[in-house]
């Protein structure tokens, strides 16, 4: 087949590439000619596992072009942030590049969106564009940044499909290069399934942050108490931490509810969620540094070993402290582009009152305590990832406060 990518991101790219890997022929399509530039360079946008590799193989099957031209597949994988005032996800990328494919999609072409969007999108909004006689289907996207190329192949998909014919080209596309389970349904359903699968997590770490807090109030480990539970069999509790980012937990429960008024559970969740960089905020206060200190920011990519930084939890941490007075620095190994200025190790803690761990990168647990403490003004430490060593730290000279960590000592049981 010859397959039309629009957009190639962190998902459209890859997948770019294991389709041009499994025999077809592909055409990249990027608005920004940057990225075109570098692809037909033979240079990759960005890294990924396995991606420099696999690129360098199939490259030949590929070309990268600015504008789309007639194809059996149009596959999209534009961006679908949300629009954070509305709280609705900005679909505006999409229909661009409905419009931008429109005069190229024959009667028999199959047009997929990979692109996560609200229930009804395919339906409604992409198939009206289309001229409502086209083929249509949804593969959303499970891929994890850091393990794209593994799971685009071995993690079950779900393919949403608005009839016989879409359903046949679209499951012959992707078995061509997934190892993993294909399953059918219909637009909405899929659209639906992906929405749901990420504010099930959203709202498990709403719930472990909940926990968090009143394990703070009445003197318990949550960490502990987290590993105790989850050896239930059929408990599994995710991780408190300073908030949710990434492109996709923070904002696809909002996709999901945008239109419907049933729902209650899922805004409470983000609510919590996006509350926690406040909370971290309370943890630096009650570990005793006041405002005008500086503050060491470790880590603000959104999640472990990864440089992304798409709603990052750590930006609204840095803008709650700056407002509070205090001055940041921070260091981040993976991070390249960033708000703020990265800076290495030693410029970060020279001169701070306190490290504020907010991303668990896997380098972070060999920092060595003694051999930064001497360039701090005081030596305080906020883990809010339980990652570090705190033993370790503390033999050292630091204070330190774990999020989630309730002090014993401490409790007061105000009902009693
Ligand atoms: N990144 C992830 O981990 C992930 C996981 C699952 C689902 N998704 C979903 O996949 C979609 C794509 O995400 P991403 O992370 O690849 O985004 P991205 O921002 O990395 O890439 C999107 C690309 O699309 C290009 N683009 C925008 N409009 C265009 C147009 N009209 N024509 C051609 N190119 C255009 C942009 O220039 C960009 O290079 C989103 O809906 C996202 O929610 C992403």
């Not at 408190?240 to 429960?253: E, F, S, Y």
Request: aromatic residues 6%.
């Amino acid at each position: 087949m010859k397959v039309c990518v629009i957009g190639l991101g962190y998902i459209g790219l890859p997948t770019a590439c294991l389709i041009a890997g499994a025999g077809h022929k592909v055409v990249g399509v990027d608005i920004k000619t940057n990225i075109i530039n570098m692809l037909n360079a033979g240079r990759l946008p960005f890294k990924e596992k396995g991606l420099d590799e696999l690129f360098n193989n199939v490259k030949d099957n590929m070309s990268f072009k600015n504008q789309p031209e007639e194809a059996d597949v149009f596959l999209i994988a534009v961006p679908t942030p949300l629009d954070k005032e509305a709280k609705i996800a900005d679909l505006s990328y999409v229909r661009k590049a409905c419009e931008s494919i429109k005069k190229y999609v024959k009667e028999d072409s199959l047009v997929v969106v990979e692109s996560t969007v609200p229930p009804g999108t395919c339906e409604l909004i992409v198939s009206s564009i289309l001229n409502n006689k086209k083929l249509i289907a949804h593969c959303p996207e499970r891929a994890m940044p850091g393990n794209t190329l593994y799971e685009m192949v071995y993690n079950d998909r779900v393919i949403g499909a608005n009839n016989d014919n879409s359903k046949e080209i679209a499951g012959r596309l992707y078995s061509s290069f997934v190892k993993g389970k294909i399953f059918y349904t219909d637009l909405k359903t899929a659209e639906m399934v992906k929405l749901m699968e990420n504010t099930f997590r959203d709202i498990n770490i709403a719930l472990a942050n909940e926990f968090a807090q009143i394990a703070e109030d009445i003197g318990v480990n949550i960490w502990e108490a987290i590993s105790l539970a989850n050896r239930h069999p059929r408990v599994n509790i995710l991780s408190p931490g300073p908030g949710v980012g990434g492109h996709c937990l923070a904002v696809d429960p909002w996709f999901l509810i945008e239109n419907s008024s049933k729902s209650k559970m899922i805004s409470l969740a983000r609510e919590i969620n996006d509350s926690m960089p406040k909370h971290v905020m309370e943890l630096v206060k009650k570990i005793g540094v006041p405002s005008g200190e500086t503050l060491t920011v470790l880590g603000v990519a959104y999640k472990r070993d990864v440089d992304d930084t798409r709603e990052t939890p750590a930006l609204k941490f840095i803008r709650i402290a700056e407002n509070e007075g205090y001055n940041i620095k921070i260091h981040d190994p993976y991070v390249k582009e960033f708000e703020y200025p990265i800076l290495d190790l030693k410029e970060a803690v020279t001169g701070s009152s306190c490290i504020v761990l907010l991303t668990d990168h896997s380098v972070f647990k060999s920092i060595p305590p003694d051999k930064i403490a001497c360039f701090m003004k005081d030596k305080n430490l906020v883990d809010t990832r339980n990652c570090l060593d705190h033993n370790l730290w503390v033999n050292h000279g630091f204070k330190v406060k774990v999020l989630g960590k309730g002090d014993a000592s401490e409790l007061k049981l105000s009902k009693l």
